[in-house]
């Protein structure tokens, strides 16, 4: 039985892997800026008020799963917009910086010394963020974050490697969730399903690689 740890578990992609490791026996932390009445409906923690954008809070709203040791932590927590070259907003591109790039790094900072030796780290991050696969520019808030997420993955894979935990950078797909407006190729459920076994499959060795849910490893 492991110590789950999921941030943005309200509903998506957070709440299908919420779903799924309490269905394999496992305890489950979701945390949450507000909780659902589906995140309330399972046997999950629930610690609602972490808004990962909060630099000033987090650590108090934490506190909750300061005193556990965790085997899986999952920042999943994201915001999309969709600037152009044409119209675009400093606003919203500094909050997906706050929310997608340092949110993951603040939250693994703070939880590092509850991680057990041989736990896991995963990034839920994108393929957007790759300089090699942008292929029709645009999203520029949303694009740079997850390149920032991305290079923060890759150095807290060298620095949690001597403390025994291995850290993924995982693209979940193309999902069906509200961010993109229910669009998608997969489901949320799915996508979950892929990451979690991407996440099993995760050790020293292959820490800092960046995936595609279906095992595709993703150019940077």
Not at 182 to 197: E, F, M, V, W
Request: net charge neutral; aromatic share 4%; hydrophobic share 45%.
């Amino acid at each position: 039985m492991l110590n789950v740890v999921i941030t943005g578990a309200n509903r998506g992609i957070g709440l299908a892997l919420v779903k799924q490791y309490i269905a394999m026996g496992h305890i489950v932390y979701a945390l949450c800026r507000s909780s659902s009445n589906e995140l309330n409906q399972t046997r999950a923690v629930v610690i609602d008020n972490v808004d990962v954008s909060n630099v000033e809070a987090l650590q108090h709203n934490l506190e909750k799963v300061l005193a556990i040791n965790i085997d899986v932590l999952i920042n999943n927590a994201g915001v999309l917009a969709d600037e152009s070259l044409h119209s675009m907003s400093a606003i919203t591109i500094e909050y997906q910086f706050k929310v997608n790039a340092l949110g993951p790094l603040l939250i693994t900072h703070i939880l590092k010394e509850q991680l057990s030796h041989g736990a896991k780290v995963a990034l839920i991050t994108s393929r957007m963020g790759s300089v090699a696969d942008n292929t029709s520019g645009g999203r520029y808030g949303y694009r740079m974050s997850k390149a920032a997420l991305n290079s923060a993955g890759v150095s807290l894979a060298h620095d949690l490697k001597p403390l025994g935990v291995a850290v993924a950078l995982l693209h979940p797909g193309y999902v069906q969730t509200e961010m993109v407006n229910h669009n998608g190729d997969i489901s949320a459920t799915q996508a979950a399903s892929r990451l979690i076994k991407r996440i099993d499959e995760l050790n020293l060795d292959n820490s800092g690689s960046f995936w595609h849910a279906n095992g595709e490893i993703l150019p940077w």
